[in-house]
T-cell receptor
């Protein structure tokens, strides 16, 4: 399997649930990202990991908790979300976080999250 | 801070007609510029990129884009649109040194009419 794989593709959860999104890349990349895509808004960068170390956290609420156990896997743990958190969550990877490498992203197909 | 403006939210083009999607950016130095495409239910796919050199860059699927520094623009073009090109197109700007992340525009939805 190649590329960036995200699971689940669709998730419906209540505000009190705990769930996780999973991302796996088979490209040998060293950097992984979580983006949030909402209607009529630009993609919002949430977290960046480089070699399993978090290098960016863009003022994301603590109800979103990322985890990067190795350079191939990235998780987004979800807890007590709000309806406005409903969105498409995209995972991406890049060769590294340096300018030339970081800007060429390979995206997964996304996890469509609905919070009731 | 870097930013991207895509002034057209939707564009409808007849199949076989030419296409131009507009993108303007704001960045303090020479930027790295990108166009990504997103088909329904999919993630984003890189169409083309500009790092340096020739200001007219060729991409996949017959797309090209031209970097115009004087206009801070990086418009995407295709001479003849196919129905399969219907998708959402995102312009993005990235830094050209050190640690960098991309800033995306809001996207332009391309509709192709028969």
């Amino acid at each position: 399997e190649t590329g960036v794989t995200q699971t689940p593709r669709h998730l419906v959860m209540g505000m009190t649930n705990k769930k996780s999104l999973k991302c796996e890349q088979h490209l040998g990349h060293n950097a992984m990202y979580w983006y949030k895509q909402s209607a009529k808004k630009p993609l919002e960068l949430m977290f960046v990991y480089s070699l399993e170390e978090r290098v960016e956290n863009n003022s994301v609420p603590s109800r979103f908790s990322p985890e990067c156990p190795n350079s191939s896997h990235l998780f987004l743990h979800l807890h007590t979300l709000q309806p406005e958190d409903s969105a498409l969550y995209l995972c991406a990877s890049s060769r590294d976080v340096g300018a030339a490498g970081a800007n060429v992203l390979t995206f997964g197909a996304g996890s469509r999250l609905t919070v009731l | 801070a870097q930013s991207v403006t895509q002034p057209d939210i939707h564009i409808t083009v007849s199949e076989g007609a030419s296409l131009e999607l507009r993108c303007n950016y704001s960045y303090g130095a020479t930027p790295y510029l990108f166009w990504y495409v997103q088909s329904p239910g999919q993630g984003l796919q890189l169409l083309l990129k500009y790092f340096s050199g020739d200001t007219l860059v060729q991409g996949i699927k017959g797309f090209e884009a031209e970097f115009k520094r004087s206009q801070s623009s990086f418009n995407l073009r295709k001479p003849s649109v196919h129905w399969s090109d219907a998708a959402e197109y995102f312009c993005a700007v990235g830094g050209n040194s050190g640690y960098s992340t991309l800033t995306f525009g809001k996207g332009t939805m391309l509709l192709v009419s028969p």
